[in-house]
């Protein structure tokens, strides 16, 4: 079973930066792509950005592109969102998720299908 462990959120001014990070235990070979996910007040869940565990490739949401990065180091089986230059607009519980190989091969969107999820972490983005 997979389990996923964010950590990394807080309170910052418009324009700063904060880093996520998330430890995931029991992912198996089977295990495919990972992702960041945010839940703003009010709002229902978005995808933020994607990465495929093997090769690298990367998607973003069109609202995030060129502030914030994903990226992975697979020896820690840790999972990172590099947030620059945050908005307000970007307050939010972000959660890290995976997926297997065989929802990845279903999915009909980078986001879409995503079968594990962690607890969150708050990220309060102040004008």
């Known amino acids: 079973q997979v389990q996923l462990q964010e950590s990394g959120g807080g309170s910052v001014q418009a324009g700063g930066s904060l880093r996520l990070s998330c430890v995931a235990s029991?992912?198996?070979?089977?295990?495919?792509?990972m992702g960041w996910f945010r839940r703003g007040s009010g709002k229902e869940r978005e995808g933020v950005a994607r990465?495929?565990?093997?090769?690298?490739?990367?998607y973003y949401t069109d609202s995030v592109k060129g502030r914030f990065t994903i990226s992975q180091d697979n020896a820690k089986n840790t999972l990172y969102l590099q947030m620059d230059s945050l908005k307000p607009e970007d307050t939010a519980m972000y959660y890290c998720?995976?997926?297997?190989?065989?929802?990845?091969?279903?999915?009909?969107?980078?986001?879409?299908?995503?079968?594990?999820w962690g607890q969150g972490t708050q990220v309060t983005v102040s004008s």
């Open positions: 998720a995976a997926r297997s190989r065989s929802a990845t091969q279903r999915a009909k969107h980078p986001f879409d299908l995503f079968e594990d």
């Open positions: 990465i495929h565990i093997s090769g690298g490739d990367t």
């Open positions: 029991g992912l198996t070979s089977s295990s495919y792509s």
